[in-house]
């Protein structure tokens, strides 16, 4: 005869109400809490760095404050040496998104001339920089003399600091004493006045921002290129695949996971790149070659300051970027690459 024992029925939990337990935030803490512990000055940092400035700008394009009603109220001292304070009845308010209907829709500013023009500037310098430094990193990995000296020589560019690198492409523009009039003129062409014009203006900052950012492109793509299997080439020789069918069967789907990385990154940075078109076109003509940072950055810091426009620049700015990687995303995902 078998004898069954029931197990004893689980505690009632009253109605309404569920089992005590400990939250998974608490568990990762108890078992991880000196990883936790090493990770906290890094999020301060962060938070103090990056989150505060971005909400503060956020709230700030929401507002309508200027250098000129920044302040409640204005205080000077009188004839007599008594300090006076006057209520500033145009002080600084909240006005919603005043700001995004009136840039988005011309009133002020002009952000869909910038918009266009900077999206030249990127799609242009992306597209060589990618092309360039790709066809620089082919060359490089094959053996040859002097390849590490031309590794450095190439390299130089990116280690030179941007601003530098804008007032030496400035004087090279420029239109008496510029090394581009000096050919044109050995030529018997006449010398070009780089920057009265908006497309050759724009011209000199996209040679300039090239010779800037193809080493990048080189070095990452030079280094994809050595993670791929020489066994791979060697089997297509011996099949008798040309090299342009190597290149473009092996090469090419080899580097996918780093060219995707790459142009990712080097259209945020171009997007963003502010020294160049600051420094060596300066917006010339007539603010013409403009780009969106730069934009934003006059708005801030020239005539009466801002704030408000600024930061609703910078607010769209960044929300085109994040569109942009959103898609981007979604593209590699369905290229099968893990991102």
């Known amino acids: 005869m078998t004898t069954v024992t029931a197990e004893p029925a689980p505690p009632s939990v009253p109605s309404g109400r569920r089992p005590a337990r400990t939250s ?14 090493m990770v906290l000055p890094v999020v301060i940092v962060l938070a103090v760095l990056i989150f505060y400035p971005l909400f503060r700008g956020i709230w700030i394009s929401l507002t309508n404050l200027t250098e000129a ?24 308010r909240f006005v919603g998104l005043d700001n995004y209907i009136n840039v988005l829709s011309g009133n002020v500013g002009q952000f869909w001339q910038w918009t266009g023009i900077t999206l030249i500037w990127t799609v242009a ?22 390849r ?7 390299v130089l560019p990116w280690a030179v600091p941007a601003f530098v690198s804008a007032f030496a ?15 044109l003129t050995s030529f018997g062409i006449d010398p070009v006045d780089w920057f009265a014009n908006q497309w050759t203006s724009l011209f000199t900052a996209i040679i300039t ?25 060697e089997a297509a020789e011996i099949d008798g695949a040309s090299a342009w ?58 005539g009466i300051r801002n704030y408000s426009l600024a930061s609703t620049y910078g607010v769209l700015i960044l929300s085109i970027l994040l569109v942009f990687s959103v898609f981007y995303r979604r593209l590699l995902r369905k290229q099968g690459e893990v991102w």
């Open 209 to 233: 921002n090239i010779w800037l950012g193809v080493p990048f492109m080189m070095v990452a793509l030079l280094g994809g290129m050595q993670t791929i299997p020489g066994e791979l080439y």
């Open 245 to 302: 069918q190597r290149f473009r069967n092996i090469t090419l789907p080899g580097l996918r996971p780093v060219s995707m990385t790459v142009i990712l990154l080097g259209t945020i940075w171009t997007f963003n790149m502010f020294p160049i078109i600051f420094l060596v076109t300066e917006g010339q003509p007539a603010g013409e070659t403009e780009i969106l940072v730069t934009g934003a950055f006059k708005a801030a810091f020239e």
């Open 148 to 154: 590490g000296l031309y590794r450095v020589l190439l």
């Open 24 to 37: 998974r935030l608490r568990r990762s803490w108890d078992k991880h809490w000196y990883a936790w512990a």
């Open 125 to 146: 310098c992306v597209v060589f920089h990618y092309g360039l430094g790709l066809g620089l990193a082919v060359m490089l990995n094959r053996p040859m003399w002097g």
């Open 169 to 183: 492409w400035k004087f090279i523009f420029n239109e008496r004493f510029g090394l581009a009039n000096s050919l």
């Open 69 to 92: 009603n920044q302040a409640a109220e204005t205080c000077f001292k009188s004839i007599t040496g008594a300090e006076v304070c006057e209520t500033n009845d145009n002080a600084w």
